[in-house]
């Protein structure tokens, strides 16, 4: 999926979201209702989540819309988020 405008904005604020991180790479069960009522609110936020999520658990490959650098730059950012 070609990410534009709002829509990449918005994955990208998701992905810099210390909570979503967690909730995604440590499935942090205390945050699932959060995140499954944010999904719910409207169509967007479902596509903005399952985008981010899919970019989370797909980094070591190739994501279309984001740089290598982009892409160095979220896993660092993971790797702090989570005290790796």
Not at 64 to 69: C, D, R, S
């Amino acid at each position: 999926m070609e990410m534009t405008g709002m829509f990449r904005q918005q994955v990208v604020s998701l992905l810099q979201n210390t909570d979503f991180i967690r909730y995604i790479l440590e499935t942090d069960e205390s945050q699932k209702s959060y995140w499954t009522a944010w999904t719910e609110r409207c169509p967007q936020s479902k596509a903005v989540y399952q985008n981010a999520r899919y970019i989370l658990l797909h980094l070591d490959s190739p994501v279309q819309g984001f740089t290598e650098e982009e892409l160095e730059e979220l896993r660092e950012r993971i790797r702090v988020s989570l005290k790796v």
